[in-house]
């Protein structure tokens, strides 16, 4: 062979690899279907009133619920509650308490709770002949509120939710206990 296509066949190799590494893996809510179960990695996020989910390589938002919660349809029967699981609910409930001088208000003992969860992916949708606006509610043509699209807080809906069946590979850095002035 040439030289000229030893030249040719190194940088076709090198021009396949550089393509294949820049591109961008995706995330598995842009191809998850409402009512699919999926096993995903992520970190807790503290959102007011709601327990969020940053999954790895996805830039939205997942609002976590455990199976045989009253909001969800999903049986009790679904969630496995072993060692994983308890470790999962400590890290992501435990607060440090208030004392008499000080009010400590979700001041949480764990942070960078990290977790591979299994669950049931529920998607909001929006019906047809409606809009969903900033805050989550849905109106009509006339802009009258029709209901609300999405899970979470009402001022902060988001449109996706996980209803936890499992959790594995549980991992969190202990917070220190807040200082007040004095």
């Known amino acids: 062979m040439s030289k000229l296509v030893w030249v040719l066949l190194a940088l076709s190799i090198c021009s396949t690899t550089a393509l294949a590494q820049e591109q961008p893996e995706t995330c598995i809510l842009?191809?998850?279907?409402?009512?699919?179960?999926?096993?995903?990695?992520?970190?807790?996020?503290?959102?007011?009133?709601?327990?969020?989910?940053?999954?790895?390589?996805?830039?939205?938002v997942v609002i976590l619920i455990y199976a045989g919660n009253r909001d969800s349809d999903v049986s009790v029967n679904l969630l496995h509650r072993d060692k994983n699981l308890k470790r999962f609910e400590k890290y992501t409930s435990a607060v440090y308490k208030s004392d008499k001088k000080n009010i400590c208000m979700q001041c949480s003992q764990y942070g960078d709770v990290e977790a591979t969860l299994t669950g049931k992916l529920e998607i909001a949708t929006t019906p047809d002949g409606t809009t969903k606006d900033q805050m989550g509610f849905l109106r009509d043509a006339s802009g009258k509120i029709v209901g609300t699209s999405g899970f979470g807080h009402p001022n902060r809906m988001f449109e996706y939710r996980l209803v936890i069946f499992s959790a594995s590979d549980v991992k969190a850095r202990k917070l220190p206990k807040p200082q007040f002035p004095k």
């Not at 842009?30 to 959102?47: F, H, N, P, S, W």
């Open 30 to 60: 842009d191809t998850a279907k409402d009512g699919q179960t999926i096993i995903v990695r992520g970190k807790t996020l503290q959102e007011p009133h709601d327990l969020g989910f940053s999954i790895s390589k996805c830039n939205k």
